[in-house]
């Protein structure tokens, strides 16, 4: 069996995260860093604003059961691709929207994807996703995993996150675990 790597950032990792596991033939998310400047960041650091990382999650998933079309196809719809450096009440540049592409068949499915899902107008404005390559991958502290799932009762976790797994859910129950 092959799997094939995908990393995304769209707000705050424990949203994508939470999400991301329920996608049929995804076999691994993990939380973390990547997009910025600073050797082995700490989630410190990185919310800082300073180090030039993302929040990210790197999902590992079997492309015979999904394919990373149908990936990015989630991430447009459980995040505003629209708002440079926020989602929602987090704000800065750890929280932007981007895609980190493994390699040059992901960054040109990437680059398609968001010119047809802007032109789809399902966000209002222009899209202002980076899509660029990755370069290193920085995994989050083990405190950042599951997170949604160990925290069910944390008021981010009911506000924020419990009502994009719904509505993910709703939207995309034909691929859902």
């Known amino acids: 069996m092959r799997y094939e790597k995908a990393t995304l950032g769209g707000g705050c990792f424990w949203c994508l995260e939470a999400i991301y596991k329920r996608v049929r033939g995804v076999v691994?998310?993990?939380p973390?860093?990547?997009?910025?400047?600073?050797?082995n960041p700490t989630y410190e650091?990185?919310?800082?604003?300073?180090?030039?990382?993302?929040?990210?999650?790197?999902?590992t998933y079997d492309p015979d059961v999904i394919t990373y079309g149908e990936l990015l196809e989630v991430f447009w719809h459980i995040h505003d691709p629209t708002t440079p450096n926020r989602q929602g009440n987090?704000?800065?540049?750890?929280?932007?929207?981007i895609i980190l592409y493994h390699n040059?068949?992901?960054r040109r499915i990437a680059e398609e994807s968001k010119r047809i899902h802007e032109e789809m107008?399902?966000?209002?404005?222009k899209f202002v996703?980076?899509?660029v390559p990755l370069r290193e991958f920085y995994e989050a502290e083990e405190y950042h995993h599951n997170y949604y799932e160990r925290h069910p009762e944390n008021p981010y976790c009911q506000i924020v996150i419990?009502?994009?797994?719904?509505k993910f859910l709703a939207k995309f129950s034909l691929i859902v675990k």
Do not use: F, L
């Not at 107008?121 to 404005?125: L, R, S, T, Y």
């Open 129 to 131: 996703t980076e899509i």
């Open 121 to 125: 107008g399902i966000w209002p404005g």
């Open 32 to 39: 973390g860093y990547a997009g910025g400047h600073v050797p």
């Open 28 to 30: 691994k998310v993990v």
């Open 104 to 106: 040059e068949e992901q």
């Open 162 to 166: 419990a009502p994009k797994v719904r």
């Open 45 to 59: 650091m990185v919310k800082s604003g300073t180090t030039g990382h993302a929040e990210v999650v790197q999902i």
């Open 90 to 97: 987090d704000i800065g540049p750890q929280y932007r929207s």
